[in-house]
């Protein structure tokens, strides 16, 4: 029952990350993709971190962050 709860949370805050991707708020992107992400990588099967890491690497690259993008692009590997 947590885990299911967990995953909800994880995917509430990918969609908002990118929301606000959409509407070019980056910052606020990538705080949600990051909380995302914090919570997939603390729980085994609690959403898809890959996923969340594609999506930050996306972000760090449209703000010019591109090598750390790449280390997020590694991790979604």
């Known amino acids: 029952?947590?885990?299911?709860?967990?995953?909800?949370?994880?995917?509430?805050?990918?969609?908002?990350?990118?929301?606000?991707?959409?509407v070019r708020k980056n910052s606020n992107?990538?705080?949600?993709?990051?909380?995302?992400?914090?919570?997939?990588e603390g729980k085994v099967d609690c959403g898809n971190p890959a996923s969340t890491h594609v999506n930050i690497c996306v972000i760090l690259s449209a703000m010019s962050r591109h090598t750390?993008?790449?280390?997020?692009?590694?991790?979604a590997i």
Not at 3 to 13: E, Q, S
Not at 29 to 40: D, N, R
Request: aromatic share 8%; proline share 0%.
């Open 1 to 22: 029952m947590q885990c299911n709860r967990l995953k909800a949370r994880a995917l509430t805050y990918n969609n908002l990350g990118c929301y606000f991707k959409k």
């Open 68 to 75: 750390h993008a790449l280390e997020h692009a590694k991790s």
């Open 29 to 40: 992107a990538l705080q949600c993709l990051l909380k995302a992400l914090k919570i997939e």
